[in-house]
């Protein structure tokens, strides 16, 4: 019999607030200090209810949630702005169990997207829902609702201004990933994953990348792993990352870390930058990145507590 989570008891999470070019002679003190913070509080968020014997996609919501709330990352509050000067956000959630999935794209009042894609996958026929389809379906369903000023900041609104005086092209692509994701398994064996971004700073014409779409940016299968991606999403997208890793270690044999890593080595022959989490049912989690930083935090059973930037 393979070993799972529900074999031993194990439960871990992963978390992430996007990978970039983050190194420690761009970020100053306060700077670390704030995001390990903000990392912690999301990290305890989601262990805070695997400890309690909760499902591990009631862990990822929680933690996804606590980071679209804290404007240090880019989803939810704090999200980027378009070209246009709005804040549009996509998310995703996948269970595991019984692979059911749930994705919203360009929304603009609900204030964790994560929870509206949860909700598509258990009150809906269907998977994925966008723009104003996606926030009538969120009001039928009493998710709640923001103004738009809720996700504006200050900083990401001077990151737009700073890109169209720079004219950096279509949008700013100088390595900054602010996705967010979680993933997890429970003590009964079984993974989910969520993912949430606000997308790129400038993106236009309704752009969407990979983070809301399953098999791309997220996915999660009790027969091989959870995956949540961060990075730049055409390339992701176009190698299917997050269900071509579960597919190796599924159907390989391959290792989730091995697997992980030739992934990306695929993505970066396309050009592309980023970074992944992976859980495992068997309790394990892990990660890894193709850009200088990436923020993370991972948590586990056996007192696994740790949050990191850098390389």
Known sequence: MTETSETTGRWAI????????MTPETMDAEAVAAHEAALGVALDAGRAVLMAGGS???????????????????????AVFTYHGTNELDAAVMDGRTRGAGAVCGVTHTRNPVHLART???????????????EEFAREQNVEQVDPDWFATEPRWQQLQEMKAKKLGWFDAG??????????????????????????TGKRWGRIGDSPL????????????????????????RAAVAHEICARIRLGGEGPQAATE??????????GVGGVIYATPGGETGFAFTTPGMFRGQADSAGLRVVGIFG
């Open 14 to 21: 992963a978390i992430h607030g996007g990978a970039g070019s």
């Open 56 to 78: 591990a996609l009631d862990a990822v919501c929680a933690a996804v949630a606590a980071l679209e709330d804290d404007p240090h990352f880019n989803a939810g509050r704090g």
């Open 120 to 134: 598509v996958m258990e009150k809906s026929p269907h998977v994925f829902l966008s723009g104003a389809g996606a």
């Open 175 to 200: 390595l900054k990933y602010g996705t967010v994701g979680a993933v997890a398994v429970d003590a009964g064996g079984h993974v989910a994953a969520a993912t949430s971004t606000g997308g790129l």
């Open 214 to 237: 399953i098999g791309a940016g997220t996915y999660a299968d009790d027969r091989a792993a959870a995956i949540s991606c961060t990075g730049s999403g055409e390339q992701f997208i």
């Open 262 to 271: 030739t992934v990306l080595d695929e993505v970066g022959l396309m050009g």
